[in-house]
């Protein structure tokens, strides 16, 4: 999905379909290329959720691209009198 996100955002950005120009392209992949792409064009998606952006160059639109930060979410505080604390609270008496 990666690399497909440029190629779609270039193309309805020209004013044409993804779906029929680069439809035809897909179909010749392999099953797993098909289904991710059908997927994907049914989806409005940011270049940024995908680690794109689009920058304008001497040479027109460029777009760069920069692994996402996505860092583990924040952990769960351990809640010392909730439903699992009687069964550490066995163990430690054992």
Same mark, same amino acid.
């Given at each position: 999905? &990666?690399?497909?996100? %440029?190629?779609?955002?270039?193309?309805?950005? &020209? /004013?044409?379909?993804?779906?029929?120009? &680069? *439809? =035809?392209?897909?179909?010749?992949?392999? %099953?797993? #290329?098909?289904?991710?792409?059908?997927?994907?064009?049914?989806?409005?998606?940011?270049?940024?959720?995908?680690?794109?952006?689009? #920058?304008?160059? *001497?040479?027109? =639109?460029?777009? =760069?691209?920069?692994?996402?930060?996505? /860092? %583990? /979410? =924040?952990?769960?505080?351990?809640?010392?009198?909730?439903?699992?604390?009687?069964?550490?609270?066995? &163990?430690?008496?054992?």
């Amino acid at each position: 999905m &990666l690399g497909l996100t %440029p190629f779609l955002d270039c193309a309805r950005r &020209l /004013g044409y379909d993804p779906a029929l120009e &680069l *439809g =035809p392209i897909a179909a010749t992949g392999a %099953p797993w #290329v098909r289904e991710t792409f059908e997927t994907l064009i049914r989806r409005e998606i940011s270049l940024a959720a995908f680690g794109w952006s689009i #920058v304008e160059t *001497g040479d027109g =639109p460029a777009y =760069p691209f920069a692994w996402p930060s996505w /860092g %583990p /979410g =924040p952990r769960p505080s351990p809640n010392p009198t909730g439903p699992r604390s009687a069964g550490r609270d066995r &163990l430690r008496s054992a």
